[in-house]
């Protein structure tokens, strides 16, 4: 399918051809799903982790007499009564991470792609070629555009410029080619693309 490219400035750069099979698959919410449920997990810290009793590296030996002491009958040191013993029923470091097919990952971006463009949410730019790192200038630009919240995403690199003038944008997220997501994707309102861009996920998606 065509759809008109535009320059920073707001003017008409041509048309580009998208690619059926990465742009124009059925949506599917529940495959965006898991996708998200998935990198949500990865991003998750591990619970914190204590010694147990089990985790010391002090002596196991029986340190005392079984009977006639006066005391006690311990067994060893690390036991949680004494200082520098494990921690008992302390927290145990827990991963929250699961795998997910590579097919089930790409199908997933693809989708996310084509939810954009079904919801007339894509801009395709030429490029991202910004002469100063002004964030008024850039700002001014992407209002231009009529964009406010967005996932800008360039080729193999991301221009220095725009990228330093975006950086102070709030609702503004530049990503190179590599790092596009599904749950940045989906988490602004509007998806922008430069041409390289376009280029790169085909090749990674097709």
């Known amino acids: 399918m065509k759809t008109d490219v535009k320059t920073l400035d707001a003017k008409k750069a041509g048309e580009i051809d ?22 949500l997990a990865k991003r998750r810290a591990p619970s914190v982790h204590v010694k147990g009793r089990s985790d010391g590296n002090r002596t196991g030996a029986k340190f005392g007499r079984q009977k006639g002491g006066g005391r006690a009958r311990h067994g060893d040191r690390n ?23 590579k097919k089930v990952r790409a ?41 406010s919240s967005a996932v800008v995403i360039d080729g193999e690199t991301v221009n220095e410029n725009f990228k330093l003038a975006a950086s102070n944008l709030p609702l503004i997220d ?3 080619s590599v790092g596009a997501n599904v749950y940045d994707i ?21």
Request: zero cysteines; glycine letters at 10%; charged letters at 25%.
């Open 18 to 39: 998208l690619n059926d099979g990465v742009f124009g698959v059925e949506v599917r919410k529940d495959l965006l799903h898991r996708v998200i449920t998935w990198q």
């Open 79 to 101: 036991a949680p009564i004494f200082v520098g013993g494990g921690k008992a029923h302390g927290p145990v470091k827990r991963d929250y991470s699961f795998s997910l097919p």
């Open 107 to 147: 199908l997933g971006l693809r989708t996310a792609l084509s939810a954009k463009l079904a919801e007339g949410k894509l801009v395709i730019l030429d490029n991202l070629d910004a002469k100063d790192a002004k964030t008024q200038a850039v700002g001014a630009q992407l209002e231009k555009l009529g964009i």
């Open 174 to 176: 530049v990503l190179p």
């Open 186 to 206: 989906l988490r602004r309102d509007t998806l922008v693309l430069t041409k390289a861009a376009v280029e790169n996920l085909e090749a990674r998606l097709s």
